[in-house]
């Protein structure tokens, strides 16, 4: 239960009220009383959630209370020639007509009796043709009536579907919104982590292999060294005994992608070698990310790796390297390392051998880097990767790239 | 001073709220004046039966008068005068029916309030909505004062009793809230009036852990003291209580204390520990971590106020007005108007325990202020003094003739009482500074009857007058507490 923000020790009931009443709308989303709650909840909704499904029996209702027509029956009159002297009494009848020349004597009834008739024939047809039009009227009246309905009905419908669909989007709005206030609270959980954390599991794998792999180097690094050792003495008999060959070789050992960029880096230091000027002065300059990794390197030279080298065989301190040398780096390239050079991972495939190589290239005196001899010495995939190559190196600063007197 | 209390029940054994008030009221009033009591032999106000003898008797060094009641109560009958005058137009012969078929109807009472109200300065009568009040009043003409216990219940808005209202000689109410509704409805803003309310016997040392012991309750709880009743707001407590339950956060038990007329549900959390004498009641109280209230109508609850003598806070429903008010007056108490709302009260009390002990500690302030004896009394005696001192208005208008009775002219009496002004009074109460010394001095003794009418008027001794008939409905709220307000 949170606290109240009330702290005082006069208290003010309607201001805790107050409090609690905005927590409950908080909760609840609405300020509902009991009673509309009840009401709310006694509706009985299922009529209501189908439009298609609204009936009405207006028309039933219409036509239950509507009673079937009938034609009034309008008074009216028969008028014959013998209406006027017609009764139930035979004496009379007979004395009427008996009488009747005498009456003709005084006036006659014939245009009386005729106009009378006629009379009576209108009053007839007029009856008949009132009832006909009663009956088209109210024909029509229910035709009226039917179309209101179904009018009513239609708007009814479109008002529920109108309800419906107001209905649809609240709630889509609302997930909206959940899902909005979702992501800040997460954004907002989310603390600093260190950057190998934050790493994929590939790149995490990939560094546990890499701190497995030097573990190993450091394992069989007097191994290593006693037979690296020997590789180099054998490779640079092999390279006295083959300086004069040309330098064409170089492309042989760059795989396909990497050739158009490692063809471009000779004509640099090409140009370079042939003014005289050290190519480091015209190369451009690199980022502070590799020149940082090459004073490591340069500090791991200097360390442990050059010192035991230079003890056990005077070997300069490239020879004894064991991340930056050429030789090594290549051998040692796990399939993996090359997949992540082949994928284009900057960090992965940065190896040392590209360095080795442009820098070799770079160097006028470097020409040896790209004998044929020092081909089989490793795969070359790693060295392919196009943003690696695309940085010229500065073979100067470099010891590593510095060629062995 | 004599004074007679007329009520409809009376005795120790007797806990209706009113009833007990009057008791009260009288045992009180008798440390400084001569009280009798008159009242009927009925102890049951369902039935009205004649239980106890009839004839005199002393209560608490109180002396006690009792009258039979004439019939008992017919439930028919009364339930269907009640449906016809509350809710459909109705002629007041109907309203006379209906207070007949109520009871307690005692014309013996009635009879000798007649004969020797002369010989009283003042007869008060208790609970205005039953017969010895309506019949008696009448009978006690100027000497009559109420004390209405007025509920929100359609009774209140019968017509019959308009006049009593605006007739009797001053109104001691309850609260602020039954002020404003009988006003509302009567109009009677000129009766001296002052909200005095009662106060309770609270002990000095409550045994909070003698009741633990005793009936085996351990952890916190809340409390509810009275009839277990649906009118009483109890089936909806059990609703609001399940809910609060079913959250499972709180660990508060619920104890019910008094007769039970529902049915109670079954949980381990929630006991019923049936009737318990005062001592009890008064230690489950101070055992007891808030007292809830769940009624919809009620004039003055004393056991709330008895909560807050002990420094416990309240829980009330927020329907009823007159608990609403007292509990934002007093800052002494939360109020609930749904589930939801229980529920949260409920934990803020049990939870912020600074909450509970301030709310505690106000009412325990606001009781000392406003219902302690030596202020009810004082109330008491300032009205007393004050309509002695005053003149006696011309009394009450005279019922209708016998053709008018039976028009039904009368409107529904619950659709006047639903137009009276409602809501709880914010507004302050009027408090007497407390004595700080021994009480104050008896009254002075009765003038003889002969002279009181001829005595001149004496100079009023607030600024508002004491008599004379304002019209009504102006400056109604102005009038509240004038004898009380020094």
Redesign the interface.
Known sequence: MPDFNVRSDAVNVEQIMEQIRSRIREKRGADYTEAQIQELASVKLEKFLDPRGVRSDLLEQFRRTQPPYAPPELPNFAFEAQTLFESTRGPLRFMRKLLLPILKLFFNPNPLIQALNIQSTLNASAAEREAKRDAARYAFDQLHYEVMHNLVLETTRLGIDVKNVKMRLESLASRLEFNERRARALESVVAYKPADEGKPEGRREETRREDTRREDNRRDEPRRDDSRRQERQERRAAEQQSRPAPPAAAPSITPAPAVPVVAEVPDVTAANAEDGAPAQADAPTDGPGQRSRRRRRRRGRRGSGSAAALMAGGQPSDATDDEGGAEGEINESTPDQLADAASGDGRAARPEPLEHIVGAQAHPAKAAASDPAAAPVGPPAPVAAPSESSEPEQPQADPAATPEP | MKVAVVVQRYGQAINGGAELHARYIAEHLARHAQVEVWTTCATDYVTWRNALKSGEERVNNVPVRRFPVKHERDPLTFGRLSEKVFHRTHSVADELDWLEAEGPTSPGLVSHITKHAGEFDFCIFFSYRYYHAFHGARAAGTKAILVPTAERDPAAGLSIFAPIFRGVRALMYNSPEERAMIQGIAGNAHVPSVVVGVGSEIPANPQPQRFRQKYNIRGPFAVYVGRIDENKGCRELFSHFNAYLRDR?GKLTLVLIGNSILDIPAHPRIRHLGFLDDADKFDAIAASELLIMPSFFESLSMVALEAWALGKPVLANAQCDVLKGQ??RS?????Y?????FA??L??I???K??AG??G??GRQYYRDNYDWPVIERKYLDMLQRLSSGTAPDGFEPLPGWMDRRKATCPPAAEVVAAAPGGPSSAPEMTVPRPMGPMSPPLPTRPPAATERSRPVAPPRSTQPSSGRRPQGRNRRSSQGAGAGR
């Open positions: 956060v509990c934002i800052n002494a108490g939360l109020y108007e749904s589930a939801s709302e949260e009260t934990r803020a049990e939870f912020n600074w909450i301030t709310l500690k106000n």
